[in-house]
């Protein structure tokens, strides 16, 4: 592999750009955009709040219909902190993100996201999963993906049909945390950012263009588009760099030369 000639770099080398983990916002509390239906899901345990009050997540859609009451929001599981403000009386079913249940397993309080909190009295609780004839399922990688455009749209349900906002212009990094395929050619078409914010597949992928240089020493590793390795750095030097992505958590940036990868903790990046 040949070294790449190039002008004056920075005093200092920059350590690979550090994965960001984006959000979409400030969420706000809103009506649940999929009707329920009644299959039962899991719930994941997580970390007690107190001596008596475990939260739980809730994975599967499930619902919770308030019945078009002012309900009072908390900024507390124990709802000792109210916020001032109440639920919207024009809408009657919400999306939790966790339940807050007493030592006895009873739930106390719901989480709607961001820490907005209602009573569980008083509201009828529906388990299920998003209405869809696609095929919803937990994204299992590690690996974030990066938005292509300047307005990706976000959307309510995995079908892409209610638009409900754009992505933030100033992050192209996403962590995913679920998919949605087509059942019979197994085909991902969107990706859940998290609370149902639904992106098309191909407004996001798996690599982003990068511009700029990498310090590297002979003998690393040469990576594959599929992590294997398939060779070595022939020579210490500089090498141009012309996308970055993840394999398995781990970042890794394309050279221009032979359009293969290196581990971005194996040398030193200069951006361009």
Known sequence: ???VQFGLLAATALLAVSPVVAVLG???????????ITTPGPEVPTKPITDSYTLVDYT???????????VTIYQDPKMTRDTGKKLST??????????????NGVAVSYNLGDNQWIAASGVTVIKGTPD?????????????LYSIGSAVTVYSDPDTTKASGTLATGVTEWQVNRTAADPKTGTIVAYDLGKNQWVKAKDLSAQKALSGTFNVNAGTPLLADDGSQV????????????????????????LAENNQWVQATKGAFYPA
């Open 60 to 70: 599967d859609g499930t619902t919770v219909d308030t019945h078009k009451q002012a």
């Open 1 to 3: 592999m040949k070294k």
């Open 231 to 254: 060779d070595t750095i022939a020579t210490s030097g500089s090498y141009q760099v012309i996308a970055v992505s993840y394999f398995d958590g781990q970042q890794v940036l394309k």
């Open 132 to 144: 869809t004839d696609l095929t919803v399922a937990k994204y299992t990688s590690n690996d974030p």
């Open 26 to 36: 400030t969420p706000t509390v809103h009506a649940a955009a999929i009707p329920p």
């Open 90 to 103: 024009t809408q009657a079913i919400w999306t939790p993100t966790q339940v807050a249940r007493d030592s």
